[in-house]
């Protein structure tokens, strides 16, 4: 399920914030940067090598990794993460941050909020560092949400000259093939393994470059399941592509970016569960499942008070029922990976019973509702 802009009640489009390549200040020093000192004729020119080596050394420092953070053990932090907290819209209301603040969730899943157009100007390290631990001062995870499956309109990466997909028609650039097929406004499936939606995301100048430098511990991974999109699945057969394997080799390649500046940097994967039934070595490439609707969707583009945004329960049939899915999520625990799931509901005793089943199942669940625009008033207990 991808998350976009929404209209609130008045009709405008709540926006997220775009991300930009991170600016030279003394927070994004590098602590394992040092300057080299040359020792000159005259104490102001001694002084103005040190302050210039000093600027050329924090700006291009590639980890924002302090000598403390590098201890982190990762992987170790997210199999330990029994409760999770998952927010992607309105982050830049007054009041957002601080409540996350206060809460201890061990792991948060955030959009990075200034990946939007327009919203340049969000303080995206300042969120991060105030978020970075627990109020009990212990090491809390920060995941940054990233659609890999699908073009968002109103990010900065969508260029002026960029034409949304019809019906009959693929996008400009031609990458673009069609519209989102659950009805989430202005998400596009795209070719994932053209280099040009590639070079988005890897590389110096990428996105995940970016999002790790930033001080994000991993991403986590929207739209995964556009392997398994009818239309996906025949523009990769006219390039003479199998989706499956094209999409496992793209998050390989989105891991291996962020590792170039965290070495354990993480991958959580949304949705497609039957991915593994691809390759089995697909498990060797996630950190861990993330899974939705198990019990519980909302329809797209609901609003936080939209009763639509929840409460829906499972009608699937064949492999998407209840019972299939807690079946297939095995095969990840099997293998040793940590399944969380996030169901949408707004009545309490629909909560209650998907808490109580997915710890019966053991799964790391979450209750909120479909605009994932505030925390939810119905907490793992």
Request: proline share 5%.
């Given at each position: 399920?991808?998350?976009?802009?929404?209209?609130?009640?008045?009709?405008?489009?709540?926006?997220?914030?775009?991300?930009?390549?991170?600016?030279?200040?003394?927070?994004?020093?590098?602590?394992?940067?040092?300057?080299?000192?040359?020792?000159?004729?005259?104490?102001?020119?001694?002084?103005?090598?040190?302050?210039?080596?000093?600027?050329?050394?924090?700006?291009?420092?590639?980890?924002?990794?302090?000598?403390?953070?590098?201890?982190?053990?990762?992987?170790?932090?997210?199999?330990?993460?029994?409760?999770?907290?998952?927010?992607?819209?309105?982050?830049?209301?007054e009041g957002a941050i601080?409540?996350?603040?206060?809460?201890?969730?061990?792991?948060?899943?955030?959009?990075?909020?200034?990946?939007?157009?327009?919203?340049?100007?969000?303080?995206?390290?300042?969120?991060?560092?105030?978020?970075?631990?627990?109020?009990?001062?212990?090491?809390?995870?920060?995941?940054?949400?990233?659609?890999?499956?699908?073009?968002?309109?109103?990010?900065?990466?969508?260029?002026?000259?960029?034409?949304?997909?019809?019906?009959?028609?693929?996008?400009?650039?031609?990458?673009?093939?069609?519209?989102?097929?659950?009805?989430?406004?202005?998400?596009?499936?795209?070719?994932?393994?053209?280099?040009?939606?590639?070079?988005?995301?890897?590389?110096?100048?990428?996105?995940?470059?970016?999002?790790?430098?930033?001080?994000?511990?991993?991403?986590?991974?929207?739209?995964?399941?556009?392997?398994?999109?009818?239309?996906?699945?025949?523009?990769?057969?006219?390039?003479?592509?199998?989706p499956a394997k094209e999409?496992?080799?793209?998050?390989?390649?989105?891991?291996?970016?962020?590792?170039?500046?965290?070495?354990?940097?993480?991958?959580?994967?949304?949705?497609?569960?039957?991915?593994?039934?691809?390759?089995?070595?697909?498990?060797?490439?996630?950190?861990?499942?993330?899974?939705?609707?198990?019990?519980?969707?909302?329809?797209?583009?609901?609003?936080?008070?939209?009763?639509?945004?929840?409460?829906?329960?499972?009608?699937?049939?064949?492999?998407?029922?209840?019972?299939?899915?807690?079946?297939?999520?095995?095969?990840?625990?099997?293998?040793?990976?940590?399944?969380?799931?996030?169901?949408?509901?707004?009545?309490?005793?629909?909560?209650?019973?998907?808490?109580?089943?997915?710890?019966?199942?053991?799964?790391?669940?979450?209750?909120?509702?479909?605009?994932?625009?505030?925390?939810?008033?119905?907490?793992?207990?």
């Open positions: 399920m991808t998350y976009g802009a929404h209209p609130d009640a008045s009709g405008l489009y709540q926006l997220k914030r775009p991300l930009g390549r991170i600016s030279c200040t003394e927070e994004h020093y590098s602590s394992t940067s040092k300057p080299m000192v040359f020792w000159c004729v005259g104490k102001n020119l001694t002084v103005t090598f040190l302050l210039l080596l000093l600027i050329i050394t924090g700006c291009n420092a590639k980890k924002s990794v302090s000598k403390s953070d590098s201890k982190v053990d990762r992987v170790k932090l997210l199999k330990n993460a029994k409760t999770w907290m998952y927010q992607i819209q309105d982050l830049d209301r601080q409540a996350l603040e206060k809460t201890d969730y061990p792991l948060l899943v955030l959009e990075p909020t200034n990946t939007s157009k327009g919203s340049e100007d969000f303080d995206l390290l300042k969120m991060i560092k105030k978020l970075r631990k627990t109020p009990d001062g212990k090491r809390r995870l920060l995941l940054a949400y990233i659609d890999i499956g699908e073009a968002e309109d109103y990010r900065t990466y969508w260029k002026e000259s960029w034409q949304a997909p019809t019906e009959s028609k693929r996008g400009k650039p031609d990458f673009i093939i069609t519209a989102d097929p659950d009805g989430w406004s202005g998400n596009y499936p795209v070719a994932y393994w053209d280099e040009r939606w590639k070079d988005i995301w890897l590389g110096e100048d990428g996105l995940i470059r970016d999002l790790a430098e930033a001080g994000f511990d991993g991403i986590y991974l929207d739209w995964v399941e556009a392997y398994d999109d009818e239309k996906v699945i025949e523009a990769a057969q006219e390039d003479g592509l199998k999409m496992i080799n793209f998050i390989k390649e989105l891991k291996e970016s962020g590792r170039q500046v965290v070495p354990d940097f993480l991958v959580v994967a949304q949705n497609a569960p039957y991915l593994l039934d691809e390759d089995p070595k697909y498990s060797k490439v996630i950190d861990a499942l993330a899974m939705e609707d198990t019990w519980f969707q909302g329809e797209a583009d609901a609003d936080w008070d939209d009763p639509a945004g929840g409460d829906i329960k499972n009608y699937y049939k064949d492999g998407w029922t209840t019972d299939a899915l807690l079946e297939q999520y095995k095969k990840y625990s099997s293998a040793g990976l940590p399944v969380f799931s996030v169901d949408y509901c707004l009545k309490k005793e629909n909560a209650e019973m998907v808490y109580r089943q997915a710890k019966k199942h053991g799964l790391r669940p979450l209750v909120t509702r479909v605009s994932l625009s505030k925390q939810t008033t119905t907490p793992s207990k």
